[in-house]
């Protein structure tokens, strides 16, 4: 991120293990996601400071609901909503929180398969 004043990077590994599980209801399928969100190593560069930390343990959990709505050939429409309950959440990065605690962040999905 260059704007603002801010001249920040951000490097690491972040490793999403999942299990989904799914029904098709001929009209619709929906779907149920558990993930484990597990940092192996995160870099943070401002300026020319930088603070490399490393996660021993998982960064959080999210659980997850998807409805696909099949239209027509290979086409879809996909609504889902998401909850996230993590200490890192890569699209707020750039904010450099240096609170050690857990954030529940909610998600909607709205998604259409061409």
């Known amino acids: 991120m260059n704007q603002f004043g801010y001249d920040s990077k ?29 940092i192996t190593s995160l870099s943070e560069l401002a300026d020319d400071v930088e603070v490399t930390r490393r996660f021993k343990n998982y960064a959080g959990i999210t659980i997850a609901v998807y409805l696909e709505q099949p239209l027509w050939k290979d086409h879809h ?20 929180s240096t609170f050690n605690r857990f954030f529940w962040i909610p998600e909607i999905t709205v998604g259409y398969i061409l």
Do not use: C, Q
Not at 13 to 36: C, Q, R
Not at 77 to 96: C, E, H
């Open 10 to 38: 951000l490097r690491g590994w972040i490793h999403y293990p999942n299990l989904t599980i799914g029904y098709d209801f001929s009209l619709f399928m929906l779907s149920l996601k558990a993930e484990v969100i597990y």
């Open 77 to 96: 429409v996909i609504l889902g909503v998401k909850s996230n309950y993590t200490k890192f959440y890569y699209p707020v990065w750039a904010a450099f």
